[in-house]
């Protein structure tokens, strides 16, 4: 349902509303110190799958942590030279100018773009198996295939599982070739 006076859907300003009047109020001084400056400790990378919220999960409050969100949890391998920069960008971000010293990638069960990936592995070669955008993110899931235990589920939601924590592994492989 939409806001008849903003015309953006009630969830979003019924719940600014609510923040207005009680969420703000009850962290005010943290906001009003943040206003200077953030300085967060820790860098989450998590995926934008709206049942996961990293804030939320490790109830942090407000600066507490820095975090990026995109499908399937992924960390691109460094590519200076454009590729893949959002994700790139963004812990450049954390480290050179917001001082984090900790990064951690967060995964969790039954992700879509990990599925999206598993069943893009059937395409002919040379064809994608997931179209534009999706199927370019979700290629960095390549590399985690080769972790895949020889025993690992060959289908199924083993093999969904096997994949999530391969491409965990993968992923901090890769945050690894960030200077």
Known sequence: ???SESGLPAL???????????????HEGAYRTLAEGQEP?????SCCDSRVDPEAIFDAGPGELFVVRNVANLVP??????????????IAFAVEHLGVGDIVVMGHSGCGGIRAYIESRGAPPGEPGAPGFIGKWISTVRGAEARLSADAPKE??????????ASIRNSLDNLMTFP
Do not use: S
């Open 1 to 3: 349902m939409k806001n």
């Open 77 to 90: 391998p460094c590519d200076l030279d454009g590729g893949d920069c959002g994700t790139g960008a963004a």
């Open 12 to 26: 979003l300003t019924d719940g600014y509303a609510r923040f207005r009047e009680t969420g703000f109020p009850r």
């Open 41 to 45: 400790p820790v860098m989450v990378i």
């Open 156 to 165: 199924g939601p083993g093999l969904q599982e096997a994949f999530e924590y």
